[in-house]
């Protein structure tokens, strides 16, 4: 389904047109209301720890949704994941290098992503990177391409390359968020590019706290690195960033790319914690429907339609 910005736009207090979701079995069902908010976070898989943090004889403690959780890994079984209240067992499983837990019934695999399967990437978790803010907040900074040139200056953009050119947003059939044709100017958009380039960019909101983006490859250019963003709700106002990299390793040790992650990350960490009101409001009056904001104002709106408002300031009533 591709949808026009421009009469998205003028058309922003309508209702959601994609008002049906997708079961695992590929059976689509309305959208629940309000009995079921947040059910679709509750029935997810989310990102609770970076494997490699885990040792056997210590424990992790950590928190999704507001329930304390305690992580262990003894006997070489993989982790366990127990409520700390009760020591009740939570779901859990290990992909991508990260321990994911599931606080209700899961409804849906974890998130496939068929380039972690190709031989020639670098496969590199970025740190887990604690932040005093929404992960919705951290989920639309990550879509705001307008924050490059001012955030990540010298690196993922910079004076005068300042205006977002448009490009497309849809709902895909999987019910994921799809910016096509966004492309920015990057004076070094890897630390594999040799000078500055025209980036181009598809984002991917493939759940309420997961974004990923797909850029140009600065050696192979008709391929992408792949940047998957699992934000942890930790609570309402505090999440977790657990960055997933897939690049091509063409001129590249996964330890740069590890490296650059965590320096373009510290750039946005006091942005996003400076942001007010920590949660993301979702009321369409708060939206400013300009055209570098159409992510924005879909991401929104999708969250809206599906009943997300943990996190949120929800849309009055
Ligand atoms: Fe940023």
Not at 205 to 232: C, G, H, W
Not at 294 to 314: C, E, M, Q
Request: proline share 6%.
């Amino acid at each position: 389904m591709q949808i026009d910005i421009q009469s998205e736009l003028a058309n922003d207090h309508r209702d959601d047109p994609a008002q049906l979701r997708r079961t695992p079995a590929g059976k689509e069902v309305a959208v629940s209301t309000a009995a079921g908010r947040d059910e679709i976070l509750v029935n997810d898989w989310h990102v609770i720890a970076d494997a490699s943090s885990l040792s056997d004889d210590a424990l992790l403690a950590t928190r999704l949704m507001g329930i304390d959780l305690v992580v262990s890994c003894l006997g070489g079984d993989g982790a366990i994941v127990k409520r700390a209240d009760s020591g009740e067992p939570v779901r859990s499983a290990e992909r991508y290098g990260f321990v994911w837990a599931c606080l209700g019934e899961p409804r849906r695999t974890i998130i496939d992503i068929p380039e972690a399967a190709e031989a020639d990437r670098h496969l590199v978790t970025g740190g887990s990177i604690a932040v005093k803010v929404s992960g919705l907040r951290a989920v639309e900074n990550f879509l705001d391409m307008g924050h490059l040139p001012f955030v990540h200056t010298g690196l993922l953009g910079e004076e005068p390359h300042t205006e977002v050119a448009p490009y497309k947003v849809a709902i895909t059939t999987a019910d994921e968020i799809l910016a096509t044709e966004c492309k920015v100017y990057q004076p070094l958009a890897s630390p594999s590019a040799k000078e500055g380039f025209i980036v181009d960019y598809i984002f991917k909101v493939m759940r309420p706290y997961t974004v990923a983006l797909y850029k140009s490859n600065p050696v192979q250019k008709e391929r992408l690195d792949v940047i998957v963003l699992f934000v942890q709700p930790v609570d309402e106002e505090n999440c977790v960033a657990h960055p997933f990299l897939c690049y091509l390793k063409d001129n590249i040790e996964a330890a740069t790319v590890r490296w650059f992650m965590q320096l373009i990350f510290a750039q946005d960490k006091p942005i996003l914690e400076n942001q007010v009101p920590k949660r993301l409001p979702l009321d369409p009056a708060a939206e400013t429907p300009i055209r570098a904001d159409a992510s924005s104002v879909y991401y929104r709106r999708w969250l809206r339609s599906r009943d997300v408002t943990y996190g949120a300031i929800p849309a009055r009533a």
